[in-house]
């Protein structure tokens, strides 16, 4: 008896200490006592949107960074962000409880003023439109298909009922929009998202063991080349070449505009951290088996996106039926991650325009309007700028490692109550100078691609 009274006086001490936080400043997110019939949400559900935000279409990218760096550099780099990403949330965390901030907007109003959080808002509105306009482009060209360069690469609707206007992509995107995103969209409570992000991770999975599968199968078979463990460096060009995997590495854990949100709605905060830790040591694993696997399967052959391998002949039993599958889980994947990216661009366009209305969750017409504005610029922009993938990867990367490291990290290191050791600002500064290299490192190579492409530039 005295056990679960004591377990009872804690949980109420949390379920109190977040309220008292809770102040006109942070009208964004909502709170437990707006929901009379929400108690809580779980760990496991805490862990499980953690980990959607984290793993999106940036599996498909680490194989290719496993071609660049080499298998055994690769792997050590992967882990090696994951306690760097731990290290910036728990920055984040501790930053926000002595502040008695519960948004991330928040924290950098503390730190930095009104422009902190407008700048954390802008940056989460340039990375999270930059990749559900990605999530819907990819969603679009693996159901409706792709042209490029005059070659028209069938999607897998076509590919089982031929090319029709009702495979189409504008209607398939369309479908999917009214059926899928807009219910999930509306959902005003991040936890009721917890299924579906479990079902997201489900799917995630689901590639990865088919991947795994298939190379095992050719593994035994001894059609798999032996892959480089390191990274092939003869000259300064190709030493230099190594760094333009660093924006793909750098962003591919980021999560931290859904923390807030997700630590907001548990039933005992105090297990925050512990639901960080154990989503990205899922995610890691993810991210470490798919790159491998992935790099082992296709080798020097290995695209930037991996699931274009999966459109060729895997020279295999049941090949066809094996893409299928791998392209179909993918784009069901992203479908059950876009709402869960799409939550928070809501709150913070929300935070730009109405800084000083009341929360979000309970104006209808407010909701109604930032999400059926924020669904037809994302449809709109996947429908017909599908050439804007190299801006977003871009922007996104830029704006993702601000959100990532670089605000965490500027939020340490002004320390207005004075509790950050000499540790918390070394990694601090590291933390910024990798961002600010990866951004220079995107900027190059985008500048580098464009001149490539366009060699009437140089002239």
């Known amino acids: 008896m005295v056990i679960g009274t004591l377990k009872s006086t804690n949980r109420e001490k949390s379920r109190k200490s977040k309220k008292a936080v809770i102040d006109d400043k942070t009208p964004l997110l909502p709170n437990k006592h707006e929901f009379d019939e929400f108690n809580g949400a779980s760990l496991s559900g805490a862990v499980f949107n953690l980990s959607t935000t984290v793993v999106g279409a940036g599996i498909m990218a680490l194989p290719a960074t496993m071609k660049v760096l080499g298998l055994i550099l690769g792997v ?39 422009y902190g959080r407008m700048a954390i808002q802008l940056c989460v509105l340039v990375n999270n439109v ?15 298909g792709t042209t490029s360069g005059g070659i028209h690469h069938n999607g897998v609707l076509e590919g089982w009922f031929g090319e029709h206007w009702w495979t189409g992509r504008f209607l398939v995107l369309l479908v999917t929009t009214l059926a899928i995103f807009a219910p999930l969209a509306s959902l005003k409570r991040i936890d009721s998202l917890r299924y579906t992000s479990a079902l997201s991770v489900a799917l995630a999975m689901v590639f990865l063991i088919v991947t795994m599968g298939i190379t095992v199968f050719k593994l035994i078979n001894g059609t798999v080349l032996m892959p480089r463990l390191f990274p092939d460096v003869t000259n300064l060009a190709s030493f230099f070449k190594l760094f333009t995997a660093v924006p793909v590495l750098v962003t591919a854990y980021i999560c931290h505009y859904n923390v ?32 491998v696997f992935g790099f082992l399967l296709f080798g020097d052959a290995t695209l930037d996106d991996v699931l274009a391998n999966f459109s060729t002949d895997l020279g295999i039993p049941f090949g066809s039926l094996l893409n299928d599958a791998v392209r179909v889980s993918y784009a069901a994947h992203l479908m059950l991650v876009f709402p869960i990216i799409f939550y928070p661009l809501r709150l913070n366009l929300d935070g730009l325009l109405f800084p000083s209305s ?100 140089h002239k």
């Open 260 to 291: 807030h949100s997700i630590n907001n709605e548990l039933e005992d905060n105090t297990r925050m951290k512990a639901a960080v830790r154990t989503s990205l040591a899922l995610c890691s694993s993810v991210y470490v088996m798919s790159s």
């Open 358 to 457: 009341r929360p979000l969750s309970s104006d209808n017409l407010r909701f109604a309007s930032l999400s059926t504005g924020l669904m037809i610029v994302v449809f709109l922009g996947a429908n017909f700028i599908p050439s804007i993938w190299d801006a977003f990867q871009f922007t996104g990367a830029t704006a993702a490692v601000c959100i990532g490291f670089i605000f965490p990290a500027a939020v340490t290191l002004r320390d207005r109550y004075g509790i950050a050791t000499r540790r918390d600002r070394i990694l601090s500064v590291f933390m910024i100078l990798l961002a600010v290299f990866s951004n220079l490192v995107a900027i190059y190579s985008d500048a580098y691609a464009l001149f490539k492409k366009n060699p009437s530039l």
């Open 130 to 144: 930059g990749g559900l306009v990605v999530y819907m482009i990819i969603i679009g060209d693996v159901l409706s």
């Open 76 to 114: 050590a780099v992967i882990i090696f962000m994951a306690f760097l990403t731990d290290a910036s949330i728990e920055f984040m965390l501790r930053f926000s409880r002595t502040a008695k901030a519960v948004s991330y907007g928040g924290l950098m109003e503390d730190a930095f003023g009104k």
